[in-house]
Nanobody
Framework: HVQLVESGGVSVPPGGSMTLSCTPS????????MGWFRQAPGKQREGVAA????????FYADSVKGRFTLSRDNVKNTVSLELLSANHDDTGMYYC????????????????WGQGTQVTVS
């Protein structure tokens, strides 16, 4: 069983910055992709960033490209998402997710999810 725990969600003013972290535990041997998704109130869930666990190749949604940075810490075994120049549209519940194989930038078939952490830009 793979467990994902998110942290770092806070309330920030427009233009502010924050860093979200995802810490996996348990059986993660077959996890090939780590991704971040978000869901704003009244909106559908959308993928925002993803990274291969075996390398540094990253993927970003157009709405966050240039403002969000996804990184992997192989020592701590964590995946962090840095959010810069936050705007109101970044408000939502952010979820860490994982999947086996495939293209990490393909938002489909992510099978394991964290409980989420709230980001509020106001």
């Amino acid at each position: 069983h793979v467990q994902l725990v998110e942290s770092g969600g806070v309330s920030v003013p427009p233009g502010g910055s924050m860093t979200l972290s995802c810490t996996p535990s348990g059986y993660t041997t077959r996890t090939n992709c780590m991704g971040w998704f978000r869901q704003a109130p009244g909106k559908q869930r959308e993928g925002v960033a993803a990274i291969y666990t075996s390398g540094g190749n990253t993927f970003y949604a157009d709405s966050v490209k240039g403002r969000f940075t996804l990184s992997r810490d192989n020592v701590k075994n964590t995946v962090s998402l840095e959010l810069l120049s936050a705007n109101h549209d970044d408000t939502g519940m952010y979820y860490c997710a994982a999947k086996r194989g495939g293209n990490c930038g393909d938002w489909a078939q992510y099978h394991n999810w964290g409980q989420g952490t709230q980001v509020t830009v106001s």
